[in-house]
């Protein structure tokens, strides 16, 4: 039998609480200035209203179709990852009181959620991304009480609430293989569905999101070389 959106919870807090490690590879984290910025993403799961129909797959899924995971597709016109599905997220300000504050803040921004349904769950450790030259620190959150959400076509050009279960449904795995100077960068993505835009979550959302499943149990054997 599936588990219960509430069991899924107790899982993410147990594994966060036990000390988090990536399964990849983390850069060194530079320190803050001179160029190198601090920021914070949401990574917020929660039960969506609507139970997914079970069916022969849905039983072999380790976690409840309820459960999902809250996904921005990031503006066009953004300086860095313009167009990417990305964690609500960004710079950290004089007035953020911690981490949290700042996920909580930027979600606010770009999704209009209510902060204070939010349960934060811990933050993960922090990873440097030169691309865009940001140390990012990932909040878990719980949404306790889910509030509605939209893009505020700034930031933000859609919004997504994904079941889980889709994501780590072996059919939605792929390997993204990215060409860049000459180097080769090979990392985990995820297929999104047609009732997403069929996009494709790569880079370092899906290293966050792959890292998470992996460690909490939630993960399925899938093909690696299906690029």
Known sequence: MSLSAEQARSQLEHRIAQGFTFPFEVPPVPQIGNGVR????LILFGALDRVLAAD?????TPVPGE???LLTRR???LRNHA???AFPGGGVEPGDADYAATAL????????????GVDVLGVLPQTHIPVSNYVVNPV???????SEVAADHSESIEVFRVPVAELVDP??????????AGDVYRGPAFALGPQFGGHIVWGFTAMLLSGIFDAVGWSMAWDEDHI
């Not at 601090?38 to 993403?41: G, H, K, L, N, Q």
């Not at 022969?56 to 072999?60: G, L, N, T, V, Y």
């Not at 803040?105 to 204070?116: C, K, Q, S, V, W």
């Not at 878990?140 to 889910?146: E, K, N, S, T």
Request: zero cysteines; glycine letters at 8%; charged letters at 30%.
């Open 56 to 60: 022969e797959s849905d039983a072999r």
């Open 105 to 116: 803040r930027e979600a606010n921004e770009e999704t209009g959620l209510d902060p204070r």
């Open 171 to 180: 059919a939605a795995r792929r390997t993204a293989v990215l060409h860049r």
């Open 75 to 77: 503006s066009n016109g």
């Open 38 to 41: 601090d920021s914070a993403v």
């Open 83 to 85: 167009g990417q599905i």
């Open 140 to 146: 878990v959150g719980w949404w306790r009480l889910p």
């Open 67 to 69: 459960l999902d995971v």
